[in-house]
């Protein structure tokens, strides 16, 4: 194992921050919401299931070894990833989140009846 050769899998550590965030936007939903925090969570969501279907795109590049590459690429990479699904999803998305927010709003209207 040489110095090049990353002790810790930085991918597998994304991931898993993916996945707490998922997990946070969905025990949002426990509680009753309001309009607001309905449409930030359905945007959040949104964001977090653009950034997945961008990740695959992004894991065939092949990088400049003069001035790239190696694990702080790979994090940096996945940070990049997500801020542009949060960018895509701030601008309208692909419309996930409208849907999203309705079936919220439906759910919490039929509990509360």
Do not use: H
Request: aromatic share 6%; glycine share 10%.
């Amino acid at each position: 194992m040489g110095f090049d050769t990353p002790i810790v899998d930085l991918s597998q550590i994304a991931n898993t921050a993916r996945a707490a965030r998922a997990q946070r936007v969905a025990g949002q939903l426990q509680a009753p919401m309001a309009r607001e925090e309905v449409r930030r969570a359905a945007e959040e969501f949104e964001a977090v299931f653009i950034a997945q279907m961008m990740a695959p795109m992004f894991q065939g590049l092949e990088t400049d070894e003069l001035f790239g590459g190696g694990p702080g690429e790979d994090i940096y990479r996945s940070v990049l990833v997500e801020e542009y699904g949060k960018s895509i999803a701030r601008a309208g998305g692909i419309g996930l989140s409208d849907a999203i927010q309705r079936e919220i709003l439906r759910l919490q209207e039929a509990r509360q009846q």
